[in-house]
C-alpha cells in the first residue's frame, strides 16, 4: 500500500514559474526522498531530507519537511520544458524493514 | 545514467508462462531492492537483497521469487504470468542495507502479458 499521498495528482504551468508539490505520509520516518522519473523511464534520485532537518536545497529544489504533520513540499524555481516528469516522494521508515514507501506521484507539465 | 543495468528492456509474453529478469547493481553497492510500477497500483515494494540475502519483502506475489547471486547481480522470477502482471520492474541498488541514502534505479524492464 501506498503510505505518500501526493498533492496535486497533475499540474501544469508555464515556463519559468515555480512549481510546488506536495507529500503526506503516515507513520514515523527516518528521512524523505524525492525522486523525479520522465515518461516510462528509470527513477532519478533528487534529494533526501533526514527527519531531523526541516528544509533542503539543491540547485533550483526546495524541500521543507513537517514531522508534526507529516508532511513534505517540493518547490522547482524557475521551471524549464526539461523538468517535465511526474515527481515521486519516497518514505524511508525509521523503525521495521528497511524499504522506500513511495506516493502515487505528481505529473508535471512544463508548457514553453 | 545511474550505473544500474537491467535487461531485457521490453519483454512481451503470454498468460501461465514464465520469465526472468536480470538486474546488475553500481559496482560495489550490496542491496537490490525489486520494484513493480504499474497505472493501478502504482510503485510497490517487491523485495530487497543485501549480499545474496533476503533483507526485506514487500507486496510480493508468491508466483514470484527474487535471488543474488554471489557476483551480486539479481534476477527475478516471476511465473504462471497473468495479466495484471503487466509493468514496469525496476531494479535499485545502493551500497549498504538500509534506506538511510537515496537508491540508485535501473532503467526498469516493461513487461506485457498478453
Known amino acids: 500500500s501506498q503510505q505518500g499521498e501526493e498533492d496535486p495528482q497533475a499540474l501544469s504551468i508555464q515556463e519559468g514559474e515555480n512549481a510546488t508539490m506536495n507529500c503526506s505520509y503516515k507513520?514515523?520516518?527516518?528521512?524523505l526522498q524525492w525522486y523525479r522519473q520522465n515518461s516510462g523511464r528509470g527513477l532519478v534520485h533528487l534529494i533526501l531530507i533526514r527527519s531531523n532537518e526541516r528544509e533542503k536545497h539543491s540547485g533550483r529544489l526546495r524541500v521543507t519537511l513537517d514531522t508534526s504533520k507529516k508532511s513534505s513540499s517540493l518547490l522547482i524555481t524557475a521551471s524549464r520544458a526539461a523538468d517535465t516528469a511526474s515527481y515521486f516522494c519516497?518514505?524511508?521508515?525509521?523503525?521495521?524493514?528497511?524499504?522506500?514507501?513511495f506516493g502515487q506521484g505528481t505529473r508535471l507539465t512544463i508548457n514553453p | 545514467d545511474s550505473g544500474v543495468t537491467q535487461t531485457p528492456k521490453h519483454l512481451i509474453t503470454a498468460t501461465g508462462q514464465r520469465v526472468t529478469l536480470r538486474c546488475s547493481p553500481r559496482s560495489g553497492d550490496l542491496s537490490v531492492y525489486w520494484y513493480q510500477q504499474s497505472l493501478d497500483q502504482g510503485l510497490q515494494f517487491l523485495i530487497q537483497?543485501?549480499?545474496?540475502?533476503?533483507?526485506a519483502k514487500g507486496n510480493i506475489l508468491e508466483r514470484f521469487s527474487a535471488q543474488q547471486f554471489p557476483d551480486l547481480h539479481s534476477e527475478l522470477n516471476l511465473s504462471s504470468l497473468e495479466l495484471g502482471d503487466s509493468a514496469l520492474y525496476f531494479c535499485a541498488s545502493m551500497p549498504g542495507d538500509s534506506s538511510y541514502n537515496e537508491q540508485f534505479f535501473g532503467p526498469g524492464t516493461r513487461l506485457t502479458v498478453l
Open positions: 537483497y543485501y549480499n545474496g540475502e533476503e533483507r
Open positions: 519516497a518514505t524511508a521508515p525509521r523503525k521495521g524493514a528497511q524499504k522506500l514507501v
Open positions: 507513520t514515523s520516518i527516518n528521512n
